[in-house]
């Protein structure tokens, strides 16, 4: 019965929401089971599929060409101030077939999201569900993705890099070809350890060397002793002296030897745990590094609210001067308004007494046109009496 090849993880495709360029939701996909190409212009968005990678996986923010991960957020006129920024890669494994096509094996896809919030912080979800790098890089180191080395995505430059680099660096802060092939192998890790051990060895190979010397030592003093003990009687109880010496430093030789292999078991102890240590160590300082980046832009957050609050400060110092000014115009106001309500009472007191007087007035006028009809029965009478007068007049004139 043949073997069944082992299957294989792929992207299947990718799913990106207000990422850079990307307003909305553009997908991305599917890709072919062995090899895709994203082609196209300048300009056209072909950086932002690597970028997204990129993001999703966990690199720095500095590797994709930006200062912060709010940077990934779109901006333009028509999509202005957005939350978020989402990346959603979905993986499936496939086994590849002899024909040359292949089938999904049922029940292993996945996806791995990672949304990006205005604040620079991010989150990461599985199959929707909430998580966090540490599980993202544990899936996918059981796949054979290994995000640890950060050799899975080869980005633009690094060949020609790799083409000049030297055979071996030449200080500690130096990369050459041979640190980068242990760093694809992920040997490099073990660099520390090799040290500690080489150290280790070399401090056994100390106490071996005293123990050599003091076993060269008592082989002198051994030689002295059968010289001078052949010329006295006491040689057979030199000879048993030296016997049991001798059995006492093989004794204590065991003794090293056994130290030496129990020392061995708790340096793989150690080595073991040191390793946990290590994974611990580093998305710890993932973390820290996140939690830095967040602390550097409260503050700047911090110092901007300190700023806008010195602002307050002065407008609310203004506003205040402002509304003593307008309680000092209210007084003024006020004592016009009661002075203005004196005036009017007075007008209305006068307003009274007119009234009264045009009503007196009126009625004088009444009684007038009462009498009009009297005085014309009159005017006759006055008239002739004029004309008797003006007559007597100019009598008593001419005389």
């Known amino acids: 019965m043949e073997s069944q090849p082992p299957s ?3 992207i299947k495709e990718m799913v990106m929401r207000n990422f850079k360029s990307y307003a909305g939701e553009q997908r991305v996909g599917p890709f072919h089971k062995s090899f895709s190409a994203v082609v196209g212009p300048n300009g056209s968005g072909k950086s932002n599929v690597i970028d997204a990678m990129l993001f999703v996986f966990g690199k720095r923010a500095k590797q994709r060409r930006l200062n912060k991960v709010s940077e990934l957020i779109h901006n333009s006129t028509d999509h202005h101030n957005l939350d978020s920024a989402e990346v959603s890669v979905y993986f499936q494994e496939i086994l590849d077939l002899e024909d040359g096509t292949h089938k999904a094996v049922s029940g292993r896809d996945f996806k791995i999201t990672r949304v990006a919030f205005r604040d620079n912080s991010s989150k990461y979800y599985i199959n929707n569900i909430s998580s966090n790098f540490t599980e993202v890089t544990n899936k996918l180191k059981e796949k054979g993705v290994d995000l640890d080395n950060n050799r899975f995505l080869i980005l633009q430059g690094e060949v020609e890099q790799i083409s000049l680099m030297k055979p071996k660096s030449q200080g500690p802060h130096d990369e050459g070809f041979l640190e980068y092939l242990e760093d694809i192998a992920g040997t490099k890790k073990y660099v520390e350890k090799i040290d500690e051990s080489y150290k280790q060895l070399e401090f056994l190979n100390e106490r071996r060397s005293g123990v050599v010397q003091m076993v060269k030592l008592s082989e002198k003093e051994r ?7 052949l010329k006295q009687d006491v040689k057979n109880e030199a000879e048993a002296y030296m016997l049991k010496e001798l059995s006492l430093l093989k004794w204590k030789e065991k003794a090293t030897k056994l130290a030496v292999a129990d020392t061995g078991g708790k340096m793989d102890e150690l080595q073991e745990c040191v390793a946990s240590l290590e994974e611990n160590l580093k998305a710890e300082r993932d973390k820290i590094q996140e939690s830095k980046q967040v602390l550097k832009d409260l503050e700047a957050t911090h110092n901007n609210n300190m700023k806008r609050q010195e602002e307050l400060d002065n407008d609310t110092r203004k506003y205040k001067e402002e509304i ?27 307003v009274e007494k007119d009234s009264s007087r045009i009503e007196a007035l009126v009625k004088e006028g009444e009684d007038s046109n009462n009498m009009t009809p009297k005085l014309e029965d009159n ?7 004029l004309t008797d007068e003006e007559r007597v007049l100019e009598e008593i004139t001419e005389f």
């Open 8 to 10: 294989r993880l792929f």
């Open 379 to 385: 005017i006759p009478k006055l008239q002739k009496l």
């Open 223 to 229: 030689d002295s002793l059968e010289a001078l003990l």
């Open 324 to 350: 003593k000014e307008f309680e000092r115009q209210n007084v003024k106001h006020e004592e016009n308004f009661m002075h203005m309500n004196r005036k009017i009472k007075k007008l209305e007191d006068k």
